[in-house]
């Protein structure tokens, strides 16, 4: 029988123009020293927000992620036609029911006002609870009429709505939580642990660090030619290079996250695959426009454990004679791929398949180490989606 699926592997490689996709607290292009050469890295918190953004276009599930979960509120129930001095006091004891929170201070002269009323802690929830604490606030309107504002710091008490039917809400999941998972320490059991872990995407090279400079031109001035200089001068950091980005999914952990619930995981899993192979961070994407295509794109199903490539680029690849990272990178994670399959062997390997928007035969001594090459992103994905539910169906009927 079949072996179980448990991972779905996801390595691409993808060669970046001059671009800053993820900054620094410096503005600077962030990096890491790996192999004992720099090489430009894009931190997986950023591409995890970029592939959550696209996975909640794809599939139509959003979340909310602020500490503004009383402003939210006060504006759904202002569209409700409520007073707003009331609507700001809904929010507010919201917010209070959440737990430790703190009173933003704006205007003159500086006063705390019940829609300021911040949590502690980021709320992260489905969109949708918005619209739920909205309806909890409405059944609850006579008591909000007769509560006080709330205008002390960090009174937890202070809220007149039922604690427990919040933290209820703020519980509430989605096919993006259930994903992603969710740290929200505040609402006991409302911690959810993610099904996806997302590696720092790196150059396969070493890269160095360019410094743009520019200027801004003043219009009157250019048209009346009347003095000479700019109106503005700066500079900037910026990169190119040949990335090696990886990410796996637990298929145990979105189980346990799924829990019987009606999501369509066959759906959900495509939705991800899709949205981070296509996904690119916005960061600077007026002034470099940097949305390229993976070079290629690799997926394996694998029933013992994730298996990253990374060290295929522990010794940073060279281009060849005439120039390009994006060739020798596919040779070593190829060869990498293929010492892999033969030091762990393949009896616990599913499936594995690849795909290219411009080769048609893998280089190297091993061509058949990413398996066999499907037409396009679609089929791929499709493949080890189906190869991974099937073994699992298997097991389950079993």
């Known amino acids: 029988m079949q072996p179980r699926a448990r991972f779905i592997d996801v390595h691409v490689l993808q060669s970046m123009p ?25 931190s997986s918190q950023c591409w995890k927000r970029a592939t959550r953004g696209e996975f909640e276009r794809i599939s139509g599930d959003s979340t909310l992620r602020t500490r503004r979960i009383a402003a939210a509120v ?7 036609n409520w007073p707003q001095p009331l609507a700001d006091r809904a929010g507010a004891h919201v917010a209070a029911a959440v737990g430790k ?17 911040v949590t502690n802690a980021m709320i992260y929830v489905p969109h949708v609870a918005v619209t739920d604490l909205a309806d909890l606030a409405d059944q609850h309107r006579e008591t909000l009429e ?17 604690k427990d039917k919040v933290d209820a809400i703020l519980r509430s999941r989605n096919a993006v939580i259930n994903l992603f998972g969710r ?17 720092h995407a790196m150059t396969t090279h070493e890269a160095d660090v360019d410094l743009d400079y520019f200027t801004a031109v003043d219009d009157v001035t250019s048209t009346w030619q009347d003095s000479t200089g700019s109106a503005h001068m700066g500079h900037a950091e910026f990169s ?3 990335f090696y980005r990886y990410a796996t999914i ?31 961070p916005q960061a600077k994407k007026n002034s470099t426009a940097p949305h390229t295509l993976p070079h290629l794109v690799h997926l394996t199903v694998r029933a013992d454990r994730p298996v990253s490539y990374a060290a295929a680029f522990e010794q940073p690849v060279r281009a060849a004679a005439h120039g390009g990272n994006a060739t020798p990178s596919v ?15 393949t009896g616990q390997l599913i499936t594995r398949s690849w795909t290219s928007p411009e080769i048609k035969d893998l280089p190297g001594t091993s061509p058949d180490a990413l398996g066999e090459r499907s037409d396009g992103l679609d089929a791929l994905i499709t493949l080890a989606v189906e190869q991974a539910l099937h073994s699992r169906r298997q097991d389950t009927d079993a």
Request: aromatic share 6%.
């Open 18 to 42: 001059f671009a800053n996709l993820n900054r620094d607290d410096t503005n600077s292009v962030k990096t890491v020293t790996y192999g004992n050469a720099l090489r430009t890295r894009v």
């Open 74 to 80: 006060t504006a759904e129930l202002a569209r409700r």
């Open 101 to 117: 929170f703190e009173l933003e201070e704006a205007g003159e002269p500086k006063k705390p006002v019940p829609n300021r009323v």
């Open 146 to 162: 007769k509560a006080k504002d709330i205008t002390k710091k960090g009174d937890t008490k202070a809220s007149v709505l039922p």
């Open 183 to 199: 740290m929200l320490a505040e609402v006991d059991r409302a911690g959810v642990d993610g099904a996806v872990q997302v590696a």
């Open 240 to 242: 190119a290079g040949t």
């Open 250 to 280: 637990d298929l145990d952990e979105l189980a346990g996250n799924l829990n019987g619930s009606d999501t369509d995981v066959r759906a959900l899993l495509g939705h991800f695959l899709t949205a981070f192979t296509l996904a690119v």
């Open 331 to 345: 040779t070593a994670m190829t060869n990498y791929a293929d010492a892999t399959a033969s030091f762990l062997g």
